[in-house]
C-alpha cells in the first residue's frame, strides 16, 4: 500500500461534505478518495491504535484506508484512548484488483450479489471461525491481552444500491469477547458495505455504526460513493489526441482484455466473497471498546 498525498479538495454535495482528498495505488492505478468532513486517516502516528487496527486484515484483502472522527484522530495523538462506534474503511481484493474490471464484468458481479447475498453470507459463517482465532491471536500480541472472540448472529439486508458503478447492501452483526478470560457483554453493529468501480478497478468501501445506526450507514454510505465516483470520473472533454510522429507523446495502454484474459483476468468468485470480509475491521474496533471499558472498571 502507498498513500501519494493530501490535497484540499472543494466539494459541494449533500452530506457528508468532502473536506480533503488521500490518494491511494490500487492495482496500479491511482484513486481519489474524498475524506468526508469531520473525519480523519487513521495513521501510524496514532500509535498503539494504529497498530491495533492494521493488526489483522482479512487474508483475501488489502486495506487501503480507515477514517474515524476528527476529533477521535485528535485524542489519539495525544496517546489519548476514545469510545465511538461510527468510522469507515476502503479496501480491496488482492487477487482482483490486479486487473482492470470492464463493464461487463461488474455488471456481473452486482447480478451474482443480489441473488446470492444470503448464500455467500452462510458461506462466510463457516469460515469466521477460523477468521476470529487469527483475529484475536494477532490482536492479543498488539494490545497485550488475552483475546477470545466470538461471533453472534449475522443479518445480511437485500441490496438497498444498485447501479452501473455501485452495489451496496448492509448487515447487523453480534459479536463477544472474553478478556483475559474474563466475558464482556456482546454488541451489535452495523455495516454497510459498497463495491464500487472507480477507473476500472473494484473498491469495496465500507460504513460502520452502532446497532441504531443502519440508515445513518447507508445514507452515508450513498453520498461517499457518490464523491468518490465523481472524483475519478474523467473530464467531460477528452484530451486531445498525440500529434502524428510524435514519439514523446503518452502512449495509449497497451493492457487489451485479451491480455487480461490470458493472464486470469478479473476473479468473479473471490471478489464476491471478498466484500463480506468487511467484518475484520469490525472486529478491531469491537475488540478496542471492549479493552478500553474493560481497563476503565
Do not use: C
Request: charged share 25%; proline share 7%.
Amino acid at each position: 500500500m502507498r498513500i501519494l498525498f493530501r490535497a484540499a479538495l472543494p466539494f459541494v454535495l449533500l452530506l457528508p461534505a468532502a473536506a480533503s482528498a488521500i490518494e491511494i495505488e490500487a492495482g496500479g492505478r491511482t484513486i481519489e478518495i474524498p475524506v468526508p468532513a469531520g473525519y480523519a486517516e487513521l495513521t501510524p502516528e496514532m500509535s498503539p491504535w494504529y497498530e491495533a487496527t492494521y493488526a489483522y486484515v482479512a487474508p483475501t484483502n488489502e486495506r487501503y484506508l480507515v477514517l474515524v472522527p476528527s476529533e477521535v484522530a485528535e485524542r489519539y495523538l495525544l496517546g489519548k484512548d476514545a469510545d465511538y462506534h461510527r468510522y469507515m474503511m476502503v479496501e480491496a481484493e488482492k487477487q482482483s484488483v490486479r486487473f482492470d474490471i470492464t463493464q461487463d464484468q461488474f455488471d456481473e458481479l452486482r447480478s451474482t450479489m443480489r441473488g446470492q447475498i444470503e448464500e455467500l453470507g452462510a458461506s462466510l459463517r463457516e469460515t469466521l471461525p477460523d477468521m476470529f482465532d487469527e483475529a484475536g491471536d494477532s490482536i492479543s500480541a498488539v494490545v497485550d491481552a488475552d483475546l477470545e472472540l466470538s461471533l453472534g448472529e449475522i443479518i445480511p439486508f437485500e441490496p438497498h444500491l444498485d447501479t452501473e458503478s455501485a452495489f451496496a447492501f448492509s448487515q447487523l452483526v453480534s459479536m463477544g469477547v472474553a478478556v483475559d478470560g474474563e466475558d464482556q457483554d456482546p454488541e451489535v453493529s452495523t455495516v454497510t458495505a459498497t463495491l464500487l468501480n472507480v477507473r476500472d478497478k473494484m473498491i469495496f468501501v465500507n460504513v460502520y455504526g452502532s446497532e441504531e445506526d443502519l440508515d445513518w450507514t447507508r445514507v452515508f454510505a450513498s453520498n461517499w460513493a457518490d464523491q468518490i465516483i465523481a472524483a475519478n470520473s474523467p473530464p467531460t472533454d477528452p484530451a486531445p489526441a498525440p500529434a502524428a510522429g510524435n514519439e514523446d507523446a503518452p502512449q495509449p495502454a497497451t493492457d487489451t482484455a485479451s491480455d487480461r484474459e490470458r493472464s486470469g483476468g478479473f476473479v468473479l468468485g473471490p471478489a464476491s466473497k471478498a466484500v463480506l470480509m468487511a467484518l475484520a475491521l469490525l472486529v478491531m474496533f469491537f475488540v478496542l471498546r471492549r479493552l478500553r471499558r474493560q481497563r476503565e472498571n
